[in-house]
């Protein structure tokens, strides 16, 4: 699924975030998690730009929102920005790790 630039993610409640020596570790927990999908998933390690897509999920930020941040932090040009933050906003909704805010 390719979400929309105006999407707004939340973060799933069943996801333990930790951060050890500066990178940041996801683990899925509860019946919820893992998705079907990727039943084997168990941790997930984050870059830096995926660390600060997950920390700037508030429900309220749309994707393209995010993206502006991700200009203004690591110096990418838009479109590139785009392009990370909505990549990674898939993946983290393929593994359950997040939901489209206002959908069940």
Known sequence: MRLAET???????????????????????????PSEKNDKISIVLLNKTAAAVWQALDGKRTAAQI??????????????????????????????LVKEAGRQ
Do not use: M, N, W
């Not at 999407?7 to 990178?23: F, G, M, N, P, S």
């Open 67 to 96: 993206a502006s941040l991700l200009v203004e932090r690591f110096l990418v040009d838009e479109r590139t920005a785009r392009d990370d933050t909505l990549s990674c906003l898939d993946d983290f909704l393929e593994i359950g």
């Open 7 to 33: 999407a707004r993610v939340i973060k799933a409640l069943q996801v333990v975030a930790r951060t050890i020596d500066d990178e940041l570790l996801l683990v899925p927990i509860g019946s919820s998690s």
